[in-house]
């Protein structure tokens, strides 16, 4: 079953494995006219690559795009982008260790499981550079967004037991840290704390938060397509996520509804809500606000500390992973889960065009 | 855009409102050859139903499901399913007030801005009654997947503050008490915090969990349709959610690697895991272990406590929502729950069948 | 694998056999505000009984449409709008013949060989009576495109040797006339081929031509989702066709290219073609012309001459099918051929909202 | 919207344009275990070049496919296999003088309409190189089908007034014969004719037949998948088809029910037809026979001869098209029929698995 393809109307295709020749993406359904080249691309997947700092893993990849079609004299043309980035930097190594045996925490048993065999190198398939695709569509989608007023901040809010202090909220530190937290301090803490896993042979999980803007209200769907169970999948579909919320989500599973009720109020003679609990999505559909959501990411699965586990023999073994591997997997994933929910934005836009008669009024007249 | 379908190889399509004629499901892609009569659906259907406890709302419907086609002989014969249930207590009643303001935590303000306007009475479309045509369909996802050894619990686990104890796990309570909690002392205890929500003219939200005991290794995506992503969306779209889990879920997000991991033991022969904190799914595939999700809900937001809001001629008014509503969601949830899980579980096992030549082979030789 | 639907953003999904308790269809992504009541559908449903004539089965149903959800004080609401008809005159008679044979020309062994069994009484999921959900869908879709100035016009091109003479065409002959020709000479000779056909014990097949006028250039897509495609797919889903044309269709595969190219001109400030052999599709997008296909139709199979067949127990055996059957298919799926072309029309409109961000600009602003 | 996706479980997204960087194809839902390398592909992609003979156009063209994803050790590893052809021959030429008017017979008028402007470089997303993503994946879809045993054997059948004659049936020639015709005496014949048309400055259109062996009774589906509408979807599809034929097609339109129906025969235990002409299919499922199929395919639109048409000025003018175009598509576009013949079947073979209970039980026991 074909399973590597996001959106309805806005419809990404993501291919490629950790050790292939390379990595890409097939954006189809892409509106005409917008301007776009690799630049905006290339913002995007920068953003993903590794930094400079001791939490990031020593593969250094250009991880330059290539646009292959779909762009004519610096516009959208409604036809397939196509997008691709050359895996340059892998060597085929020694895998014929890690071929054997089932790392914990890893799809390498459940692949296996699936489909009789996998591509052990570097996590194949089920390696984070899959998310390449899906951070270059998503450029594509935040900039088409943009177009209309709505714009995605995603950074990290948690790693470990450390929290971001919203009163110290500095976006641009997101881009600046190696945390990706938009509050220095926390992220030098962080940074500290990481060290420790680190020495310690050990990883840690963390949170990141995405809030979307300027969205209208309108957006979404009442039952299966609900805009919020659209982002559910979309960010629970990134590799190491485990929980997913919007708004205040787990807390209001513990509240009551005297306050976890959002007011209507009427401000410059719009409706607006005079708090935000729901997150800016009420039914499934937006409802004006801002939308707000969290992704809650495990640990880095792959640790030095031995481990216990079995090989396709079917004997236990105990094991310790070479190579290096970052302690976290947040700060990388923060442009993932940011881009993902673009897509989902995005395609809930585009749904949303045929939802009355007044709107298709507007374009044929 | 439609958006009233879930599944992609075996597909329901819900339709109804609150206070239209009846509300149903179209089952299309149902195997044929499975036994199934209308008593199979019932009893899922008598799980959502009101109690005749205190909690529960007092609109009695009898909420009989007849099946309109796709069965033959007492087998499904691979035709769509059909299957309505007839809205018979409801009175038109007074909508006038309602049809004229936008209620606090409700999506009347949302249909309208998608929309232009709404079909208010009851909710319309956005009504819990909406989940009739999940929870028939869920009950034949249900019934299949026991046919491969799969079945699924879901309980109550948390009402506002009161949370079960796993070690009085009484699986007979779940049906029993009108919490759907798996622990009687808890169940007690919950139904007196209700019992003063209720004076308190409020309501809280709570916890739904669901297990999956039986699902083979292999079943889900690499990537957009892991299974976790499909549960993430399954379980979002009921109204109210606002958070899912998988497996440990947000303490993931909290916890080291070398305690997060889920070691590989073999026990008979079979590759097992010695925990299972990942909760049944790694890389988005099942991995054999017990599938473990938790759906956070939100408090009922129709409250009798005077709240402020603003009409449909935009301005600012109080007020007091009158009718009966249940002080909570979560006890009418739990069989949703069970059911989208239902859904997704089974799609998944649809679409693995394709996943390797090997089992092509068995099926055509 | 579900296969009762149709259509992407206007997606219908019919439901019922010949012999069950309803057949139906529901409507799912029908935009919100267009003003519809059944006697809407039950125009069309009407064009679909049989007539009063000799040429028509004796099976008289009333084949009245209720509506059961998505409209709201006479106006669709957005949601999925669920529509049934009642079986009420049929006899469940005596069906263990043909339960134990596979008639020519029907779908009895491939459903067997499918399903393993089927529901045979009269056909069951297989029977003309299928058609009911798609021209119900059909009178919405048609609805809903006169809002746009497209109107659609299908009728009787040829029964057997007998062709239509497009000089005589009297478009309220197509409704009042037996055959639903457009030309009263014809279907009166028609008739009396007809009626030699019945004397005979046999059946003919004929031809169906819809013409689409007022779409506007630009609907379609240049490759798989090309407008000509998704009609010929439409068309071809029509039990009992056996061919599709576009345009000039087969005569263009003999044609020199300078015959077959449409000039363009300018007409009014319009760019316009001077012939129309493409039938109003150029790359699978619409050219502002006339959209022109033909659907050819098989002989009625089931004929009251002895057939050769097989039984389930695998014996040759010679057959004689009984009830009353009409010699011919054509006349009562014109509506059926317009319907399904309404359909395709209708979601390719929608789609093409987003097809350039001009568009989506109209509407978001 | 997205419209470069066909199937549903075994799904190919094509990409790219005549003149841009590459073209290519993402399989996704290939099953795991097929042995594949880039020769497989390679035989497909050299059906389409252009022979060396007189008829064929003088674009020379590697097309070199390269594999990047999806093959491990020499098989599919369930992951999207993306395949790409770079355009290496292509002169960025002069252009100026096409990408202001709107050639007859061609996309360029639609997809300005469409779209808002185009690439109009040798026809940009229309061109006929568009089908080489149809081709690569086709060539896997048939190797796919062969280790069912069924193959699939597509042909010229006629070229404007001359057709082959089935006595003289000689697989060997489709390859072989510059037409792909498999009658070596007309292909003779027909290439005559199409160097008098080409001195007549003119081009002519032609059939295509594809014949379908080995696919066993059950594939399909009753309703809207039925599988003789998704090959009618499939085929016409490709450019310039324009009528889609299923067994004896539109002669089946003009013939009586005696004649027409196949009865159904005992031959080595097995449930045969005496006659097909039906074409292999009822009801919309596959009945065990062979299945044919043919597509009428127009002219090639561009010709030396003068024509009329409009320009974006709104302006009348005579052109007369420069370069050297094929004077007939049909030989190049065998492959392709056969090719889209090969994905639908596949994705029918692949839909069919859990047609029934029992075949699930052979995989999941």
Sequence with gaps: MAGSSFGNIFRVTTWGES???A???VVDGCPAGLSLDSGDIQVFLDRRKPGQTK???PRKEADEVEILSGIFEGRTTGAPISMLVRNTSHHSADYSEIANYYRPGHADYTFDAKYGFRDYRGGGRSSGRETIGRVASGAIASKLLSEFG???TAYTKSIGPIDID???FDRQAILETSTGMPDREASAHAERYLADCMKEYDSVGGVIECVIDGVPAGLGDPVFEKLDANLAK???SIGAVKAVEIGDGVEAARRRGSKNNDSFRMVDGQVVKSTNHAGGILGGISDGSQIVLRAHIKPTPSIFSPQQTVNKAGEEIDISIKGRHDPIIVPRAVVVV???????VLDALLANAGAKLENLKKIYG
């Design 338 to 344: 940011e881009s993902m929910a673009a897509l989902t």
């Design 166 to 168: 919203m009163e110290r």
């Design 19 to 21: 050790h292939g020749i």
């Design 234 to 236: 979309a960010v629970m």
């Design 23 to 25: 990595l890409g993406v």
């Design 150 to 152: 709505i714009t995605l």
């Design 55 to 57: 939490i990031a893993t």
